[in-house]
């Protein structure tokens, strides 16, 4: 043994081979972390120590994935550190790899699994690179606010050419066996029992010289081979197409782009060193900041998730009752998974519109490249259509998703306890009504929660799991682990009137409301919340949602929280649904609709609107986009701290999160609650006291005045 460590070891095989192996202790995964560094730092040190004695290096992985990347949890500290610092550490991260690539010897790696971020920029650093038709590489720092920082951004251009590589960092885009050897990325593509062998020969290949690694290696450290003028198109092209699609709000995309600019006619050794200023400089941006928090906020409720599975049953099979667009889209998506599911509705017309909806959504799959006709076919079967409850009696979970209607749920579900057995849960998918109020219909009420999908199912990755007061623990864990199953991020909330989503969206559309009957343009507030990164403005969400949906929810809201949510003056809102505009369902609603090239609603300003809007109008005056943004955050964030308060949710990283995945709320400031801070839980209350006069939606709760006196925050 050359080196052994708790994370990677170095072994002798044969005829001067050695396989450099990582396999992280106490760990699912292998990771980039502190200590798997270290320990690369030694190996490679055991390596050049024994001389001539090794002929070629492999590199492996134990675990299931080669790395899945960096370990951000602890590389976050240095993102705080000193720039002079923080370079530093990235430097000697970088002279490792360095190393490993200038050995004296061919490399290879061997890689299983995945391969992403730093534990792609790794492999990068050999000399070939052997994949398996299960894995997956790319580099996704992007997506956290910063590039890669450890040779991926001058390594890449140079394997693969500049205009690929471009699009491999700007998107962060995982990429698939085919493409990443069509574009050179890795050498080789073999199923998984035969990675090692195929390794092997190819290092071996690279010994006995039949294989010019030296030449691969060297091409990797010399400036870009394209000329001055090449450069200039491949980047001024990059700049329009990468930085329209990443907006405003996303620096790292356009400090990428400069740093591989800066770095294409430079030595690897100089281009490192630009790479790192790069790096820190994106990672030194509040948006960067932002987007680490919600990653590290989406491990912290991974890990609840987990601990709160334990106790969950198996969910063997489902069933939806109530077809449509929703049950269409539930079913599609336990089937896609693998779950089994039985849909049921009361009429074969409402059964037709919803394996009409799962059937589009396949199709969509196919067309796409990421299914084949066959596995469409296997997923349809796993959904059974059905205008019986003797078909959803051996069921495990049942998804009531009928007509938002108190009473028609709790008779559905009176009638559901009948037929199911004594241990299947009873899941409603109600968005506002109490799960305790129609829990009273049942005879089990501890059976009973709330599990409320999001429209359109596939798309959006929330699930709101809700905790009636008599619900247990285990149909809770059970609900939980289901949402998983499908592919959604569940997110267990305490009972109260819209839940945790709508109970925050409602202030925020109020807020709009009152702006509106304060004489401001709805156009100009769509504009101005656009800008400020919602993905549309809420006249616009009002259309897509529906105005009758939002008309009944916002009803439930103003019964449950009637200091707040019930508004004291006739809204646009429901003006224009009493004039029987519904939003895009109906073809008009705050604009019109008309079918675009690709059949999909294309927004019309409709002057019609506007005159009908003007009726609810009793102020004329200009708004300023600063009272606009504030008017409308600071209802919506005074909420999400009362929804803390109370207790609805049990942590501020599961808010935040709830509304990220929800609503839309702009990724890139962290979530409500992280914008709150970034503020300052004294100025935001110093905000809200401007408009206290409105009302008690903009009063800030005790909890944020608590935290404002000692200038505490949500996030440490």
């Given at each position: 043994m050359i080196f052994e460590g708790r994370c990677i070891t170095a072994k002798s095989l044969s005829d001067g081979i050695v396989e450099l192996n990582f396999d992280l202790h106490d760990s699912s995964v292998n990771k980039l972390n502190l200590e798997t560094i270290a320990e690369l730092k030694e190996a490679v040190a055991a390596l050049i120590k024994e001389d001539d004695a090794v002929k070629g290096l492999m590199l492996t992985s134990s675990k299931k994935d080669f790395i899945v990347g960096a370990d951000i949890t602890e590389f976050v500290d240095w993102f705080a550190l000193p720039e002079d610092e923080f370079q530093s550490k990235l430097l000697a991260v970088h002279k490792i790899f360095a190393t490993i690539e200038d050995f004296p010897f061919p490399t290879v790696c061997a890689i299983n699994g995945v391969s992403l971020g730093g534990g792609f920029e790794l492999p990068l650093s050999t000399d070939f690179r052997v994949i398996t038709t299960k894995s997956k590489v790319g580099l996704p720092e992007i997506t956290l606010g910063i590039f890669p920082g450890w040779g991926g951004s001058f390594r890449l251009p140079r394997m693969i050419g500049l205009d690929t590589a471009l699009e491999w960092i700007a998107t962060g885009k995982t990429q698939r066996p085919d493409v990443a050897l069509k574009t050179g990325a890795v050498d080789a593509v073999v199923e998984p029992d035969k990675l090692h062998d195929a390794a092997l020969t190819l290092l071996k290949r690279c010994i006995d010289g039949s294989m010019d690694y030296e030449a691969r290696r060297e091409e990797k450290r010399q400036p870009l081979e394209l000329d001055q003028l090449e450069q200039l198109m491949s980047f001024e092209t990059a700049k329009g197409m990468i930085l329209s699609k990443a907006g405003p709000h996303y620096p790292a995309p356009a400090i990428a782009l400069d740093a591989m600019q800066k770095h294409a006619n430079l030595h690897r050794d100089e281009a490192m060193k630009v790479e790192v200023a790069g790096f820190v400089k994106a990672a030194k941006t509040d948006v960067a900041a932002n987007l680490v928090g919600l990653y590290l906020n989406d491990q912290v409720l991974k890990k609840q998730a987990r601990a709160i599975t334990k106790s969950a049953a198996e969910i063997k099979t489902a069933a939806v009752l109530g077809a449509g667009v929703m049950g269409g889209g539930i079913a599609y998506q336990s089937a896609l998974k693998g779950v089994p599911i039985v849909m049921k509705d009361i009429n074969q017309a409402g059964l037709d519109l919803g394996l009409g909806e799962a059937t589009k959504l396949l199709s969509k799959r196919v067309s796409r490249g990421r299914m084949k006709v066959e596995d469409m076919a296997k997923t349809l079967t796993r959904i059974n259509a059905t205008l019986t409850y003797g078909d959803v009696a051996n069921t495990d979970i049942v998804v009531e998703a009928v007509i938002e209607n108190p009473k028609v749920k709790k008779t559905v579900l009176a009638e559901l306890e009948e037929v199911v057995d004594e241990k299947t849960i009873l899941a409603s998918n109600t968005s506002t009504i109490s799960i305790t109020d129609l829990a009273t219909a049942t005879k089990h009420?501890?059976?009973?929660?709330?599990?409320?999908?999001?429209?359109?199912?596939?798309?959006?990755?929330?699930?709101?799991?809700?905790?009636?007061?008599?619900?247990?623990?285990?149909?809770?864990?059970?609900?939980?682990?289901?949402?998983?199953?499908?592919?959604?991020?569940?997110?267990?909330?305490?009972?109260?009137?819209?839940?945790?989503?709508?109970?925050?969206?409602?202030?925020?559309?109020?807020?709009?409301?009152?702006?509106?009957?304060?004489?401001?343009?709805?156009?100009?507030?769509?504009?101005?919340?656009?800008?400020?990164?919602?993905?549309?403005?809420?006249?616009?969400?009002?259309?897509?949602?529906?105005?009758?949906?939002?008309?009944?929810?916002?009803?439930?809201?103003?019964?449950?929280?009637?200091?707040?949510?019930?508004?004291?003056?006739?809204?646009?809102?429901?003006?224009?649904?009493?004039?029987?505009?519904?939003?895009?369902?109906?073809?008009?609603?705050?604009?019109?609709?008309?079918?675009?090239?690709?059949?999909?609603?294309?927004?019309?300003?409709?002057?019609?609107?506007?005159?009908?809007?003007?009726?609810?109008?009793?102020?004329?005056?200009?708004?300023?986009?600063?009272?606009?943004?504030?008017?409308?955050?600071?209802?919506?964030?005074?909420?999400?701290?009362?929804?803390?308060?109370?207790?609805?949710?049990?942590?501020?990283?599961?808010?935040?999160?709830?509304?990220?995945?929800?609503?839309?709320?702009?990724?890139?400031?962290?979530?409500?609650?992280?914008?709150?801070?970034?503020?300052?839980?004294?100025?935001?209350?110093?905000?809200?006291?401007?408009?206290?006069?409105?009302?008690?939606?903009?009063?800030?709760?005790?909890?944020?005045?608590?935290?404002?006196?000692?200038?505490?925050?949500?996030?440490?």
């Open positions: 009420p501890d059976r009973v929660c709330g599990m409320h999908f999001f429209n359109p199912v596939p798309v959006m990755p929330l699930v709101e799991v809700i905790r009636g007061e008599k619900t247990s623990d285990e149909t809770i864990a059970t609900t939980v682990a289901y949402a998983q199953a499908i592919g959604k991020n569940p997110i267990v909330v305490n009972d109260c009137p819209g839940f945790l989503v709508n109970r925050v969206l409602f202030p925020y559309l109020n807020a709009f409301e009152r702006l509106l009957h304060d004489g401001a343009d709805y156009l100009q507030i769509d504009k101005v919340m656009e800008r400020f990164g919602w993905p549309m403005g809420p006249a616009y969400l009002l259309d897509v949602v529906g105005l009758d949906v939002a008309c009944h929810a916002s009803a439930v809201l103003a019964e449950g929280f009637p200091d707040r949510m019930k508004l004291d003056f006739p809204t646009a809102t429901a003006l224009l649904h009493d004039e029987g505009r519904l939003g895009q369902k109906s073809g008009s609603g705050y604009f019109k609709y008309e079918p675009d090239r690709r059949g999909k609603p294309k927004k019309i300003v409709d002057e019609d609107a506007i005159k009908l809007i003007s009726k609810v109008v009793s102020g004329s005056r200009d708004f300023t986009d600063e009272e606009i943004i504030e008017r409308m955050m600071v209802a919506l964030c005074l909420e999400t701290v009362r929804c803390l308060e109370d207790g609805i949710v049990d942590s501020a990283a599961a808010a935040d999160m709830g509304l990220i995945w929800g609503i839309g709320f702009p990724p890139f400031r962290g979530g409500a609650l992280r914008y709150i801070d970034s503020i300052g839980t004294k100025a935001f209350c110093g905000i809200a006291d401007k408009y206290a006069d409105i009302g008690a939606a903009y009063q800030a709760p005790q909890l944020l005045r608590d935290m404002a006196e000692s200038n505490q925050k949500f996030f440490g």
